[in-house]
T-cell receptor
């Protein structure tokens, strides 16, 4: 079975603080993909990043960075110098390579609130 | 840019009504999905379709059916709406290539009274 766990339901920080959103996954597939999506108050989920299981290199995109560690089955997301516009619900998701139709398994989501 | 359009942002229905939620995508994507989003539960897959007239049950298909008569349109049907189907419904689409990202619509907040 495949599963994604985001243990942090809500996080509240003050602007300019760094914040890390945790994601732990379970899968028996040797090939799989991991994703992060952002859901702002408007409701539409926005794609942030995709990593495949063979690429453990960490990635940085502006204030966003991702730490993928297969040894601990984790794919954590860090926002540096957070801003009010980062306030949203963030979802981590997993797709096994052989999932028919590209089915994504989502975590429960972490609601991030960045206060000015 | 890919656009996934859901017909209604908010919908209020009565128990027992038949409800249709429509979703249209404009990028010729093979795969389309219906998710349900509830607080604390994340997104749960109801049904998906990988081709016209092809459909597969997701994790929570009970009480729902779907229709995909044309490639661009994927409809979710609540045969007899119940209060426990009050939720946010999200439609998504993607290409058939492995690892491709999902594109989502803005969602339909359905309230069943």
């Amino acid at each position: 079975a495949q599963k994604v766990t985001q243990a942090q339901t809500e996080i509240s920080v003050v602007e300019k603080e760094d914040v890390t959103l945790d994601c732990v996954y379970e899968t028996r597939d040797t090939t799989y993909y991991l994703f992060w999506y952002k859901q702002p108050p408007s409701g539409e989920l926005v794609f942030l990043i995709r990593r495949n299981s063979f690429d453990e290199q960490n990635e940085i995109s502006g204030r966003y960075s991702w730490n993928f560690q297969k040894s601990t089955s984790s794919f954590n997301f860090t926002i540096t110098a957070s801003q009010v516009v980062d306030s949203a619900v963030y979802f981590c998701a997993l797709r096994g390579f052989y999932n028919q139709g590209g089915k994504l398994i989502f975590g429960q989501g972490t609601e991030l609130s960045v206060k000015p | 840019d890919v656009k996934v359009t859901q017909s209604s942002r908010y919908l209020v229905k009565r128990t027992g009504e038949k409800v249709f939620l429509e979703c249209v995508q404009d990028m010729d994507h093979e795969n389309m999905f219906w998710y349900r989003q509830d607080p604390g539960l994340g997104l749960r897959l109801i049904y998906f379709s990988y081709d016209v007239k092809m459909k597969e049950k997701g994790d929570i298909p009970e009480g729902y059916s779907v229709s995909r008569e044309k490639k661009e349109r994927f409809s979710l049907i609540l045969e007899s709406a119940s209060t426990n189907q009050t939720s946010m419904y999200l439609c998504a689409s993607r290409t058939g290539r492995p690892g491709e990202k999902l594109f989502f619509g803005s969602g339909t907040q359905l309230s069943v009274l």
